[in-house]
């Protein structure tokens, strides 16, 4: 079968026990104002444009058969793109000499995802590490997200699965036989603030979290540490209790900021959200946070 | 101290670990590298002399007579807080002039040596009158310089764009000596052995060796007497209780030695720092390396400690002092030397850890005190390497890991695995193999037994591929360089293209050889090397001179360069000009003899278009693949005339950047004169944009086999990797991998501020620098600059 990838990063360390390859899906239910991965969100593949690899030839315009293409824009978008017009034809990108232009978001066959995913078995062997599906979220296509599970698992290699756990909750179970770890996440326990911050109530969530703790004690919790949205005193402890209070034994941990999502955010002509503080955390001020948990 | 059943006295390192620097060893470590530097002629006016005295005698007598004088004649010194005594120059670390060898550049620079942008010099007025009155007019005519320059100058220059051929104006280096037979039988059983040896064999020329070995060793006793005299003559005059003490210790210490072979820990320091000091005064050459010093001396380490003679701390400051002494010599390079090989790699390469002779894991607490001292010194020298294979221990790897990530760039890291059997594949005994240890920078050898040679030549595999296409001609000058198989508007498929570079690659390689053995040969006439001889097995059992054949191994190494611009230029030219047929040939070969001017489209897609070396894409690698193993095999229809094997080495160290000069626009996007991929395996600065495990992937494919003179790899990491427990722990699997992988080297360099900033100006070189953020990754030249600045800023908090 075939579905939606948008990256595949080799050498991920820090998703998930040794060395591995994260595989980015496309598509997530949630609206998250400090989203890292904001291409990731709509299931559709977009034309994507980064200005410092663009040499300004012009090349993409001159080829553009819609007209979708302008060039002269503002940085960082010189050349600017109309999306609705837009229809992924690919000639703009086949004619960019410095892949300036690339589509994000390509249809791939779990067997290509797999062969890709296979090439770093030695790593996974020698590190205990292996495979993480994220996104976007997995959940999103979840068919694909599992018959990738399958794939991998017939070579006895770790896997993990990123989620935010808004899905039904019999996609999410299908994954437990063929997911050696859920990395969930876990942003805000206060339902008003979470439906405000990431568009959707966490009601679904937590009742999918408390269901998969039944079926599974391999989960890591993990909550990205926003600042003014989930980096509060108040959050991470309702975060701690809550979790504690459905299984005693499941780690839990905090997820630096990441502050470099926001030229995506430009070329996307998204709103990118003021926060407090523009870098990440100290290694001080996580060793604060942490003694919250 | 518990250390019955812990044969490797490991249950140490808790100790070894909580370690702290020394402040002695820091005043000195200050004072040799802000010293002034000057040229230094005293011993090339004592050689003169010597020569002089005894013109007539055959050249082996001569160098012997002239060492000799040397060891007798030159100006001694014992520095305040020297521990381990012994030097060829009382200046450290100056500059010596060696005619024997060659002097045509020191002729040329003697001028602006104290000005050039790398090393300089400072030049007394007195020797540079003395170096053009007496120096210069004796030596016309007699130099191997000289000698290789009249008989054979022609044939190296026609064959220069191509062929590099080495070791013209110097004497042989990349040599480790065998240390454990010079500890175990001090010079003077040498020189009892020798007699032994000498009644066997006794036709003229080999008691002419003898004679000269004899001399030199001698001559070893004597210099080492001088330091015992002047020790206790300066312990004498000084006034103060702990100095006097200090300086009758190191006159015991060399009496000692000159009486019997070393007994204690100090004692073989010290007898082994002679070694390496006579080593340099008889030849003044790059790399006497001393291989693995954690084998040989961890006896001496082990009686010493479990007597209580020793404590750990005072081995730390005895093995410091070996380090400081290590940057004490330098190699005075030319000009050019120098712009590529800065700040004096000498080559004391030491290599530590690996297995024994029964595959279990050699770390012992001594391996872990050197590295103690890397940590607390970070000098560039010695040159370190860790040897790791399967059965390393996770301590052993993780303290590597922890001096890595100081930034020094070392240890480098070689792997067992790969390494031990290409050795064998090259008539390397299990035994020796199994003993290996690096020479110079990552040139493999045996040790105490083998004259590797191991930088004969390099072959510029990419100036070869520009010939092919190009109708012979080079792109730089517009000059025929003698042989001519087609150009690309001729070959009607990539087959011809095939066909004519393996034309290309046999012309030259012929040529080649014919150079390399007439260098060979030189060094035989010119450069015997008695002392040397007395200290490489085999030589004294075979009355014949290290030089001429006498060592029990002799290869000879040939380089290819290089593996990423082959790969990546045949992958364009396939895909580009054959396959798709995206540009015309001829409009191809226009853009290169254009050096891409108005080609700058065209150069972009070459770049971004084509899959390149470095990202596990198997069809680009295969190209790399089959070109080293095209050349390996070449060089296989040869021996050299010391009647061993020529094989293949892929590395350039910092070669890639005069290499690249000499290289016009090529088929990877490359301009003309521009650096060629560095290390030696490494991918293409940029193109590598798929990750570290993407690189050892494609790097594994080559056959480690085949490059049995050593490969290089280099790869970049931000310092974060190290400093979080968690992370380190991850590059100690990645480093596992490595050796699973069988790839024979790595070396790692921490991303500072200054690459980063770096970077930032020139984003295309540094496309594969990935900043990794858990369920995020980006590159660090597609972030805005203000983010750029962010992780700028940290970086070099981290550091």
Same mark, same amino acid.
């Given at each position: 079968?075939?579905?939606?990838?948008?990256?595949?990063?080799?050498? *991920?360390?820090?998703?998930?026990?040794?060395?591995?390859?994260?595989?980015?899906?496309?598509?997530?239910?949630?609206?998250?104002?400090?989203?890292?991965?904001?291409?990731?969100?709509?299931?559709?593949?977009?034309?994507?444009?980064?200005?410092?690899?663009?040499?300004?030839?012009?090349?993409?315009?001159?080829?553009? =058969?819609?007209?979708?293409?302008?060039?002269?824009?503002?940085?960082?978008?010189?050349?600017?793109?109309?999306?609705?017009?837009?229809?992924?034809?690919?000639?703009?990108?086949?004619?960019?000499?410095?892949?300036?232009?690339?589509?994000?978001?390509?249809?791939?066959?779990?067997?290509?995802?797999?062969?890709?995913?296979?090439?770093?078995?030695?790593?996974?062997?020698?590190?205990?590490?292996?495979?993480?599906?994220?996104?976007?979220?997995?959940?999103?296509?979840?068919?694909?997200?599992?018959?990738?599970?399958? *794939?991998?698992?017939?070579?006895?290699?770790?896997? *993990?699965?990123?989620?935010?756990?808004?899905?039904?909750?019999?996609?999410?179970?299908?994954?437990?036989?063929?997911?050696?770890?859920?990395?969930?996440?876990?942003?805000?326990?206060?339902?008003?603030?979470?439906?405000?911050?990431?568009?959707?109530?966490?009601?679904?969530?937590?009742?999918?979290?408390?269901?998969?703790?039944?079926?599974?004690?391999?989960?890591?919790?993990?909550?990205?540490?926003?600042?003014?949205?989930?980096?509060?005193?108040?959050?991470?402890?309702?975060?701690?209790?809550?979790?504690?209070?459905?299984?005693?034994?499941?780690?839990?941990?905090?997820?630096?900021?990441?502050?470099? *999502?926001?030229?995506?955010?430009?070329?996307?002509?998204?709103?990118? =959200?003021?926060?407090?503080?523009?870098?990440?955390?100290?290694?001080?001020?996580?060793?604060?946070?942490?003694?919250?948990? | 101290?518990?250390?019955?059943?812990?044969?490797?006295?490991?249950?140490?390192?808790?100790?070894?670990?909580?370690?702290?620097?020394?402040?002695?060893?820091?005043?000195?470590?200050?004072?040799?590298?802000?010293?002034?530097?000057?040229?230094?002629?005293?011993?090339?006016?004592?050689?003169?002399? %010597?020569?002089?005295?005894?013109?007539?005698?055959?050249?082996?007598?001569?160098?012997?007579?002239?060492?000799?004088?040397?060891?007798?004649?030159?100006?001694?010194?014992?520095?305040?807080?020297?521990?381990?005594?012994?030097?060829?120059?009382?200046?450290?670390?100056?500059?010596?002039?060696?005619?024997?060898?060659?002097?045509?550049?020191?002729?040329?620079?003697?001028?602006?040596?104290?000005?050039?942008?790398? &090393?300089?010099?400072?030049?007394?007025?007195?020797?540079?009158?003395?170096?053009?009155?007496?120096?210069?007019?004796?030596?016309?005519?007699?130099?191997?310089?000289?000698?290789?320059?009249?008989?054979?100058?022609?044939?190296? %220059?026609?064959?220069?764009?191509?062929?590099?051929?080495?070791?013209?104006?110097?004497?042989?280096?990349?040599?480790?000596?065998?240390?454990?037979?010079?500890?175990?039988?001090?010079?003077?059983?040498?020189?009892?052995?020798?007699?032994?040896?000498?009644?066997?064999?006794?036709?003229?020329?080999?008691?002419?060796?003898?004679?000269?070995?004899?001399?030199?060793?001698?001559?070893?006793?004597?210099?080492?007497?001088?330091?015992?005299?002047?020790?206790?003559?300066?312990?004498?005059?000084?006034?103060?209780?702990?100095?006097?003490?200090?300086? @009758?210790?190191?006159?015991?210490?060399? $009496?000692?030695?000159?009486?019997?072979?070393?007994?204690?820990?100090?004692?073989?320091?010290?007898?082994?720092?002679?070694?390496?000091?006579?080593?340099?005064?008889?030849?003044?050459? %790059?790399?006497?390396?001393?291989?693995?010093?954690?084998?040989?001396?961890?006896?001496?380490?082990?009686?010493?400690?479990?007597?209580?003679?020793?404590?750990?701390?005072?081995?730390?400051?005895?093995?410091?002092?070996?380090?400081?002494?290590?940057?004490?010599?330098?190699? @005075?390079? $030319?000009?050019?030397?120098?712009?590529?090989?800065?700040?004096?790699?000498?080559?004391?390469?030491?290599?530590?850890?690996?297995?024994?002779?029964?595959?279990?894991?050699?770390?012992?607490?001594?391996?872990?005190?050197?590295?103690?001292?890397?940590?607390?010194?970070?000098?560039?020298?010695?040159?370190?390497?860790?040897?790791?294979?399967? #059965?390393?221990?996770?301590?052993?790897?993780?303290?590597?890991?922890?001096?890595?990530?100081?930034?020094?760039?070392?240890?480098?890291?070689?792997?067992?695995?790969?390494?031990?059997?290409?050795?064998?594949?090259? #008539?390397?005994?299990?035994? &020796?193999?199994?003993?290996?240890?690096?020479?110079?920078?990552?040139?493999?050898?045996?040790?105490?037994?083998?004259?590797?040679?191991?930088?004969?030549?390099?072959?510029?595999?990419?100036?070869?591929?520009?010939?092919?296409?190009?109708?012979?001609?080079?792109?730089?000058? #517009?000059?025929?360089?003698?042989?001519?198989?087609?150009?690309?508007?001729?070959?009607?498929?990539?087959? &011809?293209?095939?066909?004519?570079?393996?034309?290309?690659?046999?012309?030259?390689?012929?040529? @080649?050889?014919?150079?390399?053995?007439?260098?060979?040969?030189?060094?035989?006439?010119?450069?015997?090397?008695?002392?040397?001889?007395?200290?490489?097995?085999?030589?004294?059992?075979?009355?014949?001179?290290?030089?001429?054949?006498?060592?029990?191994?002799?290869?000879?190494?040939?380089?290819?360069?290089?593996? +990423?611009?082959?790969?990546?230029?045949?992958?364009?030219?396939?895909?580009?000009?054959?396959?798709?047929?995206?540009?015309?040939?001829?409009?191809?070969?226009?853009?290169?003899?254009?050096?891409?001017?108005?080609?700058?489209?065209?150069?972009?897609?070459?770049?971004?278009?084509?899959?390149?070396?470095?990202?596990?894409?198997?069809?680009?690698?295969?190209?790399?693949?089959?070109?080293?193993?095209?050349?390996?095999?070449?060089?296989?229809?040869?021996?050299?005339?010391?009647?061993?094997?020529?094989?293949?080495?892929?590395?350039?160290?910092?070669?890639?950047?005069?290499?690249?000069?000499?290289?016009?626009?090529?088929?990877?996007?490359?301009?003309?004169?521009?650096?060629?991929?560095?290390?030696?395996?490494?991918?293409?600065?940029?193109? &590598?944009?798929?990750?570290?495990?993407?690189?050892?992937?494609?790097?594994?494919?080559?056959?480690?086999?085949?490059?049995?003179?050593?490969?290089?790899?280099?790869?970049?990491?931000?310092?974060?990797?190290?400093?979080?427990?968690?992370?380190?722990?991850?590059?100690?699997?990645?480093?596992?991998?490595?050796?699973?992988?069988?790839?024979?080297?790595?070396?790692?360099?921490?991303?500072?501020?200054?690459?980063?900033?770096?970077?930032?100006?020139?984003?295309?070189?540094?496309?594969?620098?990935?900043?990794?953020? +858990?369920?995020?990754?980006?590159?660090?030249?597609?972030? +805005?600059?203000?983010?750029?600045?962010?992780?700028?800023?940290?970086?070099?908090?981290?550091?």
């Amino acid at each position: 079968m075939t579905g939606t990838v948008f990256d595949i990063k080799r050498f *991920a360390i820090h998703d998930g026990p040794g060395i591995r390859t994260s595989v980015f899906l496309k598509g997530c239910p949630l609206r998250c104002e400090w989203c890292q991965n904001p291409e990731g969100i709509p299931l559709d593949p977009i034309l994507w444009y980064f200005s410092s690899k663009c040499i300004k030839c012009g090349e993409c315009v001159k080829n553009c =058969p819609v007209d979708a293409l302008t060039k002269g824009g503002q940085d960082p978008n010189y050349i600017e793109i109309d999306h609705d017009k837009c229809t992924l034809c690919g000639r703009c990108t086949d004619v960019c000499p410095t892949a300036a232009l690339s589509i994000t978001g390509e249809e791939k066959s779990t067997e290509w995802v797999a062969s890709e995913l296979l090439k770093d078995k030695v790593f996974y062997e020698k590190s205990g590490g292996g495979i993480t599906l994220t996104g976007g979220d997995p959940l999103y296509q979840h068919e694909f997200s599992l018959s990738i599970l399958k *794939a991998i698992k017939e070579y006895d290699i770790h896997t *993990a699965v990123e989620t935010a756990m808004f899905g039904m909750e019999e996609n999410l179970l299908k994954f437990v036989p063929f997911t050696d770890l859920f990395l969930v996440d876990f942003k805000i326990l206060d339902n008003d603030k979470h439906k405000v911050y990431t568009g959707v109530e966490n009601k679904l969530i937590k009742s999918n979290f408390e269901r998969l703790s039944k079926k599974t004690e391999n989960i890591l919790v993990r909550v990205p540490l926003i600042p003014g949205y989930t980096a509060t005193e108040e959050n991470i402890i309702n975060i701690r209790d809550y979790v504690y209070s459905i299984r005693a034994d499941i780690r839990i941990e905090l997820l630096n900021f990441n502050p470099l *999502a926001r030229d995506k955010y430009k070329i996307l002509h998204k709103q990118y =959200p003021t926060f407090q503080t523009n870098r990440s955390y100290s290694e001080e001020e996580m060793q604060s946070f942490n003694r919250f948990l | 101290m518990e250390v019955g059943f812990d044969k490797k006295l490991l249950g140490l390192i808790p100790k070894i670990e909580k370690l702290e620097p020394i402040t002695r060893i820091t005043q000195m470590k200050d004072i040799i590298i802000n010293n002034e530097r000057f040229l230094s002629l005293e011993q090339a006016l004592i050689i003169t002399d %010597s020569y002089k005295r005894t013109e007539g005698k055959s050249r082996s007598l001569q160098r012997a007579e002239a060492l000799s004088d040397s060891l007798e004649l030159i100006t001694i010194n014992i520095d305040d807080d020297e521990l381990l005594v012994g030097n060829r120059t009382v200046g450290i670390r100056d500059g010596v002039v060696f005619p024997e060898a060659g002097i045509s550049w020191v002729e040329k620079e003697i001028d602006t040596l104290p000005f050039r942008a790398q &090393d300089k010099f400072s030049v007394r007025n007195k020797d540079k009158v003395d170096f053009f009155e007496q120096i210069v007019p004796f030596w016309k005519g007699r130099t191997l310089e000289e000698y290789i320059n009249t008989n054979c100058g022609n044939e190296i %220059s026609a064959i220069s764009g191509v062929v590099k051929i080495n070791q013209k104006d110097h004497a042989q280096g990349h040599i480790i000596p065998d240390v454990k037979g010079w500890l175990g039988k001090g010079p003077l059983g040498l020189l009892n052995e020798l007699e032994s040896h000498k009644s066997i064999n006794k036709d003229h020329q080999k008691a002419e060796f003898y004679e000269s070995v004899e001399i030199v060793l001698k001559g070893a006793l004597r210099f080492i007497e001088r330091y015992a005299v002047l020790a206790k003559s300066l312990a004498e005059i000084n006034s103060l209780n702990d100095s006097k003490q200090e300086l @009758m210790t190191i006159s015991n210490t060399c $009496n000692a030695i000159i009486r019997r072979p070393p007994e204690t820990f100090r004692e073989a320091l010290q007898s082994m720092w002679f070694l390496f000091v006579i080593l340099q005064m008889e030849s003044n050459a %790059s790399s006497f390396s001393p291989g693995r010093i954690d084998q040989y001396l961890f006896p001496f380490f082990e009686k010493d400690i479990k007597d209580g003679e020793l404590s750990l701390s005072d081995a730390l400051e005895l093995l410091e002092a070996l380090h400081l002494n290590f940057n004490k010599i330098v190699y @005075m390079r $030319n000009s050019e030397g120098a712009r590529y090989f800065a700040g004096f790699p000498i080559g004391f390469n030491i290599s530590i850890g690996g297995q024994d002779e029964n595959g279990e894991d050699a770390a012992n607490a001594l391996t872990f005190l050197i590295l103690k001292a890397q940590e607390h010194l970070g000098l560039p020298q010695p040159n370190m390497t860790a040897r790791l294979y399967n #059965g390393s221990s996770d301590e052993f790897i993780d303290t590597c890991s922890k001096v890595i990530g100081l930034g020094s760039g070392m240890p480098q890291i070689v792997n067992d695995e790969s390494i031990i059997p290409s050795l064998q594949r090259v #008539g390397i005994s299990k035994k &020796d193999a199994v003993d290996y240890g690096l020479v110079g920078c990552v040139e493999l050898s045996t040790q105490g037994n083998n004259l590797g040679w191991s930088d004969a030549a390099m072959f510029n595999l990419l100036k070869a591929l520009e010939l092919s296409i190009n109708d012979g001609v080079c792109l730089l000058t #517009g000059e025929s360089k003698g042989f001519s198989a087609g150009a690309l508007e001729d070959f009607s498929s990539f087959d &011809d293209l095939i066909d004519a570079y393996k034309k290309t690659i046999d012309f030259f390689v012929n040529k @080649m050889m014919k150079a390399v053995e007439f260098v060979d040969r030189a060094h035989a006439v010119m450069m015997p090397s008695p002392f040397l001889s007395s200290v490489i097995k085999s030589c004294t059992e075979k009355g014949l001179d290290v030089t001429a054949g006498g060592a029990q191994y002799n290869l000879s190494g040939i380089q290819a360069i290089q593996v +990423a611009n082959v790969a990546d230029s045949m992958a364009v030219l396939r895909q580009m000009v054959f396959s798709e047929k995206r540009i015309s040939k001829e409009e191809f070969i226009k853009a290169l003899r254009g050096n891409w001017k108005g080609y700058e489209s065209l150069r972009q897609s070459v770049i971004h278009k084509v899959p390149k070396y470095g990202n596990d894409v198997s069809w680009v690698d295969r190209f790399g693949t089959e070109w080293a193993d095209y050349f390996a095999h070449s060089l296989e229809n040869f021996q050299n005339i010391r009647g061993g094997r020529y094989h293949m080495g892929l590395y350039t160290v910092s070669a890639h950047v005069p290499m690249g000069k000499n290289v016009g626009a090529s088929p990877d996007g490359r301009f003309s004169g521009s650096p060629l991929a560095d290390g030696g395996v490494s991918p293409m600065y940029g193109q &590598d944009i798929k990750g570290p495990t993407a690189v050892l992937n494609s790097v594994s494919k080559l056959k480690s086999n085949l490059a049995s003179n050593g490969t290089l790899l280099n790869l970049k990491f931000l310092p974060s990797f190290f400093t979080n427990k968690e992370d380190r722990e991850k590059f100690n699997q990645f480093l596992r991998t490595f050796v699973e992988l069988k790839i024979h080297h790595v070396q790692f360099n921490v991303v500072n501020k200054h690459d980063l900033l770096e970077a930032q100006k020139y984003p295309d070189k540094y496309k594969n620098l990935t900043i990794r953020v +858990a369920g995020y990754t980006a590159y660090f030249t597609e972030l +805005a600059k203000d983010l750029q600045n962010e992780i700028i800023e940290r970086t070099a908090h981290e550091m």
